[in-house]
């Protein structure tokens, strides 16, 4: 048998899922999310992705932080803390709010091309098991 017809006849093995970082366009739909319920602190904000799966360390949302802040979809300014240092709180822009609903049309989009691959699928199946038991 040939490398070619061996591999042709080799046993498919399932994908391993690797851990992949969520894309910037969602980390950043995210954070505008949050900002728009009000403002908050880098620490706040990390511990809220890491409550819906998107896992960031906090050096690389900082990061991300001020690059919205160049972009002027964020603000921050320092305030205050009776109980430690001062902090830095970030807010919404309004140019941040525009930019935050095209993301989530991007992300509606995105979703309902992947339904109607989900659905596609689901069918084809469903008509693979039909045709398997007759």
């Known amino acids: 048998m040939t490398s070619r017809a061996a591999a042709e006849t080799s046993v498919v093995r399932p994908l391993a899922r690797p851990v992949r970082r969520p894309r910037d366009e969602l980390v950043i739909a995210w954070l505008l999310l949050l900002l728009d319920r009000g403002?908050?602190?880098g620490y706040e904000l990390c511990r809220e992705l890491n409550a819906v799966s998107i896992g960031i360390d906090s050096s690389a949302l900082y990061r991300t932080l001020r690059r919205l802040e160049g972009e002027r979809l964020v603000s921050s300014r320092w305030t205050s803390s009776s109980r430690g240092p001062r902090r830095r709180s970030y807010v919404?822009?309004?140019k941040?709010?525009?930019?935050l609903d095209e993301l989530a049309e991007i992300i509606r989009s995105a979703r309902d091309v992947?339904?109607?691959f989900l659905e596609a699928h689901a069918q084809g199946r469903a008509r693979g098991l039909r045709d398997s038991a007759a």
């Open 39 to 41: 403002p908050t602190y």
């Open 92 to 94: 919404i822009t309004l």
């Open 96 to 99: 941040g709010r525009r930019r």
């Open 114 to 116: 992947h339904d109607s």
